[in-house]
């Protein structure tokens, strides 16, 4: 079945440590995206990738860094600049939006999430 | 800029009741809209959508939301809960810009 893997499920960090989260998906998906979840906060847009070897600041880039060097990878990497980093890390992704399918392809697939805690 | 404002931040409701969760959203261009639920420690799942068409949208699990263009609302309802909708709802709108902007969520809790 095809989907988004997020790895791994549980990271713990220490101070001034970089660490690096894993998103991978098979649904051939063109567009992915990484959210940073905190309570009573909803969901704010870290970075966003919209073909290979390209890619966007969100909202609250400031400490984080990605890449993608391939279609089906978009790792996120925290750096020891992110002050703040104990939070839920959401990837997700859509497919290319483009002729009579793209109202369809508007919605988001999301992967099952990274909480990253430091220690 | 497109934005979306969920009014209710925790919804407590006996189980077998019916249930509204208001999301009110601003935007200047042509709207598309969302609910998204997430049970606990899991990502997002899409409830529905709206892209154009019929204002009443109906998804999975029983929800359906009504589009309200003249009060600019996106309400979503379930006409009678079950202890297993017990999780957190966020609305959604998309905004000009390729991105998805999330309202910050109500937490729905079902009393037995």
């Known amino acids: 079945d095809g989907g988004i893997t997020q790895s791994p499920k549980y990271l713990f960090r220490k101070e001034g440590q970089n660490v690096t989260l894993s998103c991978e998906q098979n649904l051939n998906h063109d567009a992915m995206y990484w959210y940073r979840q905190d309570p009573g906060q909803g969901l704010r847009l870290i970075y966003y990738s919209q073909i290979v070897n390209d890619f966007q600041k969100g909202d609250i880039a400031e400490g984080y860094s990605v890449s993608r060097e391939k279609k089906e990878s978009f790792p996120l990497t925290v750096t020891s600049a992110q002050k703040n980093p104990t939070a839920f890390y959401l990837c997700?992704?859509?497919?290319?939006?483009?002729?009579?399918?793209?109202?369809?392809?508007?919605?988001?697939?999301f992967g099952s999430g990274t909480r990253l805690t430091v220690v | 800029a497109q934005s979306v404002t969920q009014l209710d931040s925790q919804v407590p409701v006996f189980e077998e009741a019916p249930v509204e969760l208001r999301c009110n959203y601003s935007s200047s261009v042509s709207v598309y809209l969302f609910w998204y639920v997430q049970y606990p420690n899991q990502g997002l799942q899409l409830l529905l959508k709206y892209l154009s068409g019929s204002t009443l949208v109906k998804g999975i699990n029983g929800f359906e939301a009504e589009f309200n263009k003249s009060q600019t609302s996106f309400h979503l309802r379930k006409p009678s809960v079950h202890i297993s909708d017990t999780a957190e709802y966020f609305c959604?709108?998309?905004?000009?810009?390729?991105?998805?902007?999330f309202g910050s969520g109500t937490r729905l809790s079902i009393r037995p």
């Open positions: 959604a709108v998309y905004s000009s810009a390729s991105k998805i902007i």
């Open positions: 997700a992704s859509r497919p290319r939006l483009w002729g009579l399918q793209q109202k369809k392809n508007y919605g988001y697939t």
